[in-house]
């Protein structure tokens, strides 16, 4: 059986198209605004596809396997490698590199920017954005454990569910951010005026500065996965279905205490045999045994806690001479000790790996066990560190 990723012959050169427009006011002297429309549009990028996906068969639309010519009129697991339209080759590992994917990001970019003056620089900067693909490569998202994906971005991306369908997996792209705020400051603290005539506090009330960076931004979008999912086509994951009545409003409403999303609100895809399969759009598509369709949850369908972090520092010098100085130095990063937290678990089978339970016929979660639930942090606990350093 042939498996393993190939390119397609018929690639064509991915490409980016790039516009912006921008203005720029100057309040005063030493500060200024700036507002900018920045997009991007990736055209013919690449994504791996399961071309071989098995076929749906029905009593009216039956497959043919094109080498014993077996008439296949129902639908299972286990003959999934039959109703594949290139035989010999593996419906779930056998995958071709094509450009046919697409991206659009679209952002609000707002600026301002103070040079020093009167001893105080500053800059922020805030981005209101969206990034759509069909798929994203490694990189800036977040696994279904919940766990930021810090490796460098691969120029591919591997696609769930349909595969023949081109629009199944289009949605937010693993990394986008909607809301990304960061603001910078430099202080020289200024003298008091009570010091003048003290030697002792002019050495201990002047040459302070004060310096700090801020940055909030909003959380990875959360994917939801079922590594059985897609079995009657052959495939090696999918995505879940919504439970009955339920939505993405459903799923961040009513969460159950020590869970971030509603669990309650998704159901694995199986199918009863003698039951249409809810894909195929057609009532004479049946399974003929237990097996589970690619569901009806889209991609990225939830949004993970957002982030935010200060780092804080305060700066003492002492001139000795002109080219001289002593300098102590304390930084606090994450002064305010915040836990910044991953997203939760968002693979459905680990409701049976953690001690939870699936009604078999409905495919609804009795009890969740870690499913929802977030298990890892993604920033440090506050650090403080004194410096001290001798120039001259």
Not at 209 to 229: F, R
Request: glycine share 10%.
């Amino acid at each position: 059986m042939l498996a393993g990723n190939y390119l397609d012959r018929n690639n064509r050169t991915p490409y980016i198209q790039q516009f912006n427009a921008s203005v720029q006011y100057e309040f005063t002297r030493d500060t200024t605004l700036q507002a900018a429309y920045v997009g991007t549009r990736g055209v013919r990028l690449y994504r791996f596809v399961g071309v071989n996906q098995a076929q749906i068969a029905s009593l009216t639309r039956p497959v043919v396997n094109a080498v014993t010519g077996e008439v296949i009129t129902t639908n299972t697991n286990a003959n999934a490698q039959l109703r594949a339209p290139m035989q010999g080759v593996w419906t779930n590992s056998f995958l071709l590199n094509r450009t046919d994917a697409q991206s659009t990001y679209h952002s609000l970019q707002v600026s301002v920017n103070r040079s020093i003056s009167h001893g105080l620089q500053f800059e922020a900067a805030y981005t209101f954005s969206k990034s759509i693909d069909d798929a994203s490569g490694a990189g800036g998202g977040s696994g279904s454990e919940g766990l930021i994906d810090r490796s460098s971005a691969f120029d591919t991306g591997v696609i769930l569910g349909n595969q023949l369908d081109p629009r199944s997996n289009r949605g937010v792209s693993d990394f986008d951010r909607p809301q990304h705020f960061v603001a910078a400051f430099t202080w020289d603290l200024p003298q008091p005026h009570f010091v003048t005539h003290s030697r002792t506090l002019t050495s201990l009330l002047t040459n302070w500065q004060a310096s700090g960076i801020a940055t909030l931004m909003s959380g990875l979008p959360i994917d939801i996965v079922d590594p059985s999912g897609g079995a009657l086509y052959g495939l090696n994951g999918a995505r879940p279905n919504w439970a009955p009545g339920a939505n993405r409003q459903v799923a961040m409403n009513n969460v159950p205490q020590g869970y971030y999303f509603n669990p309650y609100a998704f159901a694995t895809a199986v199918v009863q045999p003698g039951q249409p399969i809810p894909s195929a759009h057609d009532p004479n598509a049946l399974a003929g045994d237990v097996g589970t369709d690619v569901g009806n949850v889209g991609r990225n369908a939830l949004r993970g806690p957002g982030q935010s972090c200060l780092d804080f520092s305060l700066l003492k010098r002492w001139p000795i001479r002109e080219s001289s100085s002593v300098e102590f130095r304390a930084d606090f990063f994450n002064l305010f000790n915040h836990a910044n937290y991953n997203n939760p678990v968002s693979d459905i089978s680990t409701v049976l790996a953690t001690g939870g339970s699936i009604d078999p016929v409905t495919g609804r979660i009795l009890s969740p066990g870690d499913f929802g639930r977030i298990l890892n942090v993604s920033s440090s606990p506050r650090i403080i560190q004194f410096a001290l350093k001798v120039a001259f």
